[in-house]
């Protein structure tokens, strides 16, 4: 099985900082991995796809970068709506998916 | 645009079974896999099962299998998820997601969400 690695599992930061999740993949994964926005009571969002593809309506904030099995997602400049926890993704072993553990992004 | 919207979650003993809705709208609902996603109380998120496009092809995570069946009626844009033998350990947010695909591939992403149904199993 893949694991998937999150980290960190929380941090603070403050409106327009630059944030900075990492998600390393147990194996290989080519750029099978997507980043996802979650917020309590709200659906999810799709944020990055393949590793480095804007998701439509996505704030050009956001980015996605892979060196390797490392995977990163980026928040230029974190704004209020940004306070989420965010999720890693690959799809590599489709039809089954796994999720990374989550990063919870929080006010400092 | 798009719209799911997940329906029948509730309180259940352990040992017993509960059947999920996912009603769907604002785009061709026999054209696309379908998923269901978990997330337990304080934990992230799970995959949980999908369907492909026409219900012919259905797969499960390890912990449900068994279990869990998932099926779609494309003539009412309706997904299902039949949960049986609940135990402790499902009680968790149940969401479906529509797939960017009519059939799973590794280029696969989750374009659109529901906002959940929670599920309790308690005694």
């Known amino acids: 099985d893949i694991q998937m690695t999150q980290s960190p599992s929380s941090l603070s930061a403050s409106v327009g900082d630059r944030v900075t999740i990492t998600c390393r993949a147990s194996q290989s994964i080519s750029n099978f991995l997507n980043w996802y926005q979650a917020k309590p009571g709200k659906a999810p969002k799709l944020l990055i796809y393949a590793a480095s593809s804007l998701q439509s309506g996505v704030p050009s904030r956001f980015s996605g970068s892979v060196s390797g099995t490392d995977f990163t997602l980026t928040i230029a400049s974190l704004q209020p709506e940004d306070f989420a926890t965010y999720y890693c993704q690959q799809s590599y072993t489709t039809p089954l998916f796994t999720f990374g553990g989550g990063t919870k992004v929080d006010i400092k | 645009q798009v719209q799911l919207v997940e329906s029948g979650g509730g309180v259940v003993q352990p040992g017993r079974s509960l059947r999920l809705s996912c009603a769907a709208s604002?785009?061709?609902?026999?054209?696309?896999?379908l998923h269901w996603v978990r997330q337990a109380p304080g934990k992230g998120l799970e995959w949980v099962a999908v369907?492909?496009?026409?219900?012919?092809?259905?797969y499960y995570v390890d912990s449900v299998k068994g279990r869990f069946t998932i099926s779609r009626d494309n003539s009412k844009d309706t997904l299902y998820l039949e949960v049986n033998s609940l135990r402790d350990e499902d009680t968790a947010v149940y969401y479906c997601?529509?797939?960017?695909?009519?059939?799973?591939?590794?280029?696969?992403?989750?374009?659109?969400w529901g906002q959940g149904t929670l599920v309790t199993v308690s005694s």
């Open positions: 369907t492909s496009y026409d219900g012919s092809n259905q």
């Open positions: 997601a529509k797939d960017r695909w009519a059939v799973m591939g590794p280029t696969a992403y989750f374009d659109s």
């Open positions: 604002g785009f061709t609902f026999s054209n696309y896999a």
